[in-house]
């Protein structure tokens, strides 16, 4: 890609072809190991490989979809291979690259160029409006961001601080991460997750209880009847996940795929470990495909919900046409020869309120607004519900494709009451699945990474640490944006990700971003937050997953200078050395499913200069907190038991961490719903909700854009410039549109045009928001929607165009025109 495609110049490498019908394959093979062979080279690639995803290797840096009880021995996939050859890419960002390029440079670069810059070796430092970053000791870059938390924590103030994390970090590193957080004073704790499942976790926890997904990798492949895969695209997002597919599918179960787009891995898997993937035609995994419109998947189960409450209505002929008189109605009412009944009425009865303000709401439903909202036919609908008739175990699966709207929070609350309807949820092969995105983004939140953490947590916090935890809630990530750009931030420190990159509204950000004192970031390569720095500006290089954690580097080094005669009064009162453990250490993460592993790299690190997270986090503590703190940080850096230990005492559910994490496979975290049926609501009880419905219309002439990745991509990592399943190779700035479209707007497939978004400026007028230089590619997206990469269209996605009920960025819904 040209470095001047971020402002808009034409792609000379851009090619444009049929998109594909199928998934993997040997080609997904070849170009995994393409990857491998160019950045690590054969042999240390292939000695990390054999090891992503086993009982004593290390979580695969990218996806959070669960291993099965017995690994594959190639136990990951395309997009996994890649993840894993740029974190092992023998490609190095030392002090001599810093030197070479100036930040102005750097600032016109692609996303992909910065990445494939290479490893971060040595902590860098940008000094005041400084054009380059220079080398900086250890001491010194922990020295200056304890000074300026210092400075805030006494001048009562520590709010003026933020604590990112993005879902690469280890359960250690994070629940130290939150502990430094809340030990300075502050609950500003933004995650990755509040741009991703945050709708998913707010729908959850009041109408289930639990935030978190309620099945297992057993239930897709070993028991649901009727699986629903809807707003997600797993070939490309979550490639490990069709094999479970195929799974389910080999047995008989049948899979819905709910989407505007056509997805090549729901159509057919050729899966490249079977014989019928590598030299047959594959399995053909979505038995039905419902194209939906781009914001219709609530206005969908709504319908659905109503025809199934129908349906029961005319199963028995002990009901009257005016449908059951509430959710006790008998089950057995019914005359000989009828219907068996179409809704579980025992469940709903014992487990359930709201079913019959719910059940009113979906009598008034008008199928005209239906019709609008989601682009379908009722007969489509009609064969839907044949399908969810027709099974007794169903699971729903869904991603960003739900959970980036406005009505997100709305359409998950929908469709728990449709898992409801049939009792499909604290049983096998049923329940709800919200497919997470990055490896540990999950684990993050359960150790404490959240903005408005429970009573209970922080009660459990103050016990173990002997401190009274901040209780007023912090910001979330989109709030943290609005503080740096008003200047109420003077740290922002990031543990990992890209803020930069992640995060909507892309001019507003970095202005933000810019405008800051001291901006931090833990990282392991270059990327775009690096070169949109605060005033003055850190980076510290850390351990990636797949590199061997034995202490190099940092032995004695948590608070270098004087650790070597500190000691430290742990939360037991026990002395505690600053002594360091010998041997490779092990961090644990939690999947998908919740489960709870060990992770072990192996590779020789990148450089002799890079400390691992929790290490970077326990020294930054002790010089912040200084030396009368009680907290045992020395101990925690050198010897993880001891983090896992405070962890078995704080977070509900880890008790006998250190033994259980030791079994192959890790443990399951408990989850009322799923394991007894008990649901810690408000009521007590799982709760059908009312979601009124409101059909989005676009003004003529105007489309409705969602962001994707590419094939090429993970999260704002760019592996590539190619996006083979939808036919695009050589470019990113493409943006796919329905030809009927295209037709009545007057514009040409292949055209070059800007995407603007449109977007109330509060004065009766729009202020627009432009992204350059996108080629037009006539696509078979549903009509009236389009569909552009991120990060390059997050600049179209306004700040404050958020989720109702999460503040998560509504990027899947954006209003724009097509501008020559």
């Not at 359960?446 to 947590?457: C, D, K, L, S, Y």
């Not at 078979?780 to 009920?805: I, Q, S």
């Amino acid at each position: 890609m040209s470095d001047d495609a971020r402002t808009g110049s034409p792609e000379p490498t851009l090619d444009v072809g049929p998109p594909q019908r199928t998934a993997a394959g040997v080609a997904g093979v070849v170009h995994a190991m393409a990857d491998v062979v160019e950045e690590p080279g054969l042999a240390r690639g292939l000695k990390a490989l054999r090891l992503v995803n086993q009982h004593r290797g290390f979580d695969c840096p990218g996806c959070a979809w669960p291993e099965p009880g017995k690994p594959h021995l190639a136990e990951f996939c395309e997009n996994g291979a890649k993840a894993v050859a740029e974190e092992s890419t023998r490609a190095r960002a030392d002090a001599a690259f810093f030197a070479e390029h100036p930040l102005g440079e750097l600032a016109t670069w692609t996303d992909h160029r910065l990445g494939k810059s290479g490893r971060l070796t040595e902590p860098m430092l940008r000094d005041t409006d400084a054009d380059h970053y220079r080398p900086v000791s250890w001491d010194d870059a922990l020295d200056l961001v304890a000074g300026e938390l210092r400075a805030l924590r006494e001048a009562g103030t520590p709010d003026r601080a933020a604590f990112y994390t993005s879902g690469r970090t280890s359960n250690e590193a994070a629940f130290l991460y939150q502990l430094l957080a809340r030990r300075l004073g502050t609950n500003n704790l933004p995650d990755c997750s509040n741009m991703c499942h945050e709708s998913s976790g707010t729908a959850l926890v009041e109408t289930l209880g639990v935030g978190k997904g309620s099945v297992s990798l057993a239930d897709i492949t070993d028991h649901a009847d009727l699986i629903v895969v809807v707003g997600q695209n797993p070939g490309t997002n979550h490639p490990r996940m069709l094999t479970a597919l195929e799974a389910a599918k080999d047995r008989g179960a049948r899979i819905v795929a709910i989407n505007p787009l056509p997805e090549a891995g729901l159509r057919t898997f050729k899966n490249p470990q079977r014989v019928r993937g590598t030299l047959g035609r594959g399995t053909r995994l979505a038995d039905r495909f419902l194209q939906v419109r781009l914001a219709g998947d609530l206005a969908l189960f709504q319908a659905v919900n109503r025809l199934l409450v129908e349906r029961d209505d005319g199963a028995s002929a002990g009901r009257d046409a005016a449908g059951p008189t509430g959710p006790g109605t008998a089950t057995d009412s019914a005359g000989a020869g009828s219907r068996p009944p179409v809704l579980d009425h025992d469940f709903i009865a014992a487990h359930t309120d709201g079913f019959e303000a719910a059940a009113a709401a979906w009598r008034a439903l008008s199928w005209s607004d239906v019709g609008t909202a989601t682009g379908l036919d009722r007969s489509e609908i009609e064969g839907f519900v044949d399908d969810v008739v027709g099974a007794r175990k169903i699971v729903v699966c869904w991603a960003m494709g739900l959970t980036q709207h406005k009505k997100a929070v709305a359409t998950i609350r929908e469709v728990v009451n449709f898992l409801l309807l049939r009792g499909n949820v604290g049983r096998p092969g049923a329940g709800a699945c919200p497919v997470r995105g990055h490896s540990n983004v999950q684990g993050d939140r359960t150790m404490g990474i959240w903005e408005r953490p429970p009573a209970a947590f922080l009660d459990a916090l103050g016990a173990e640490f002997r401190f009274d935890p901040p209780r007023e809630p912090g910001l979330d990530t989109v709030d943290t944006v609005r503080a740096m750009r008003d200047g109420r931030i003077r740290v922002f420190m990031a543990m990992g990700g890209n803020f930069a990159a992640a995060t909507p509204d892309t001019e507003l950000t970095e202005a933000a971003l810019r405008r800051v004192p001291l901006t931090v970031h833990v990282s392991t390569k270059l990327n775009r937050s690096h070169v949109v720095p605060g005033r003055r500006s850190l980076i510290l290089p850390c351990l990636g997953r797949t590199e061997r954690d034995d202490g190099a580097g940092r032995s004695g080094n948590a608070h270098a200078g004087t650790a070597g005669s500190l000691s430290a009064t742990g939360p037991g009162g026990d002395a505690l050395s600053s002594g360091t453990a010998t041997g490779p250490r092990f961090v644990t993460v939690e999947d998908s499913m919740s489960v709870v592993h060990s992770s072990r790299g192996t590779l020789r690190p990148a450089s002799d200069m890079l400390w691992s997270e929790p290490a970077i986090v326990a020294g930054l503590a002790r010089r912040v907190l200084g030396d009368d703190d009680p907290t045992p940080w020395e101990s925690f850096a050198a010897d993880y038991s001891r983090i896992r230990d405070s962890i078995s005492r704080v977070v509900p559910g880890f008790e006998d961490f250190e033994r259980r994490v030791a079994e192959p496979g890790g443990f399951v975290l408990p989850h009322p719903p799923r394991d007894a049926r008990v649901f810690p609501t408000a009521t007590g009880k799982a709760r059908f909700t009312v979601n009124p419905l409101e059909v989005v219309r676009v003004p003529e002439g105007r489309l409705l854009l969602q962001s994707v990745r590419s094939h090429d991509q993970f999260n704002t990592t760019i592996y590539g410039q190619d996006d083979r399943y939808r036919g695009v190779t050589g470019g990113r700035r493409v943006v796919f549109v329905n030809p009927r479209d295209l037709e009545e707007l007057g514009v040409a497939d292949g055209e070059t045009v800007n995407l603007v978004s449109e977007w109330p400026d509060g004065e009766g007028g729009t202020a627009d928001r432009r992204a350059p230089g996108f080629r037009v590619i006539a696509f078979p997206t549903a009509k009236g929607c389009a569909a552009a990469y991120y990060p390059e269209t997050n600049v179209l996605v306004p700040l404050d165009h958020t989720a109702e009920g999460s503040n998560t960025p509504a990027s899947k819904s954006v209003v724009i025109r097509l501008e020559r």
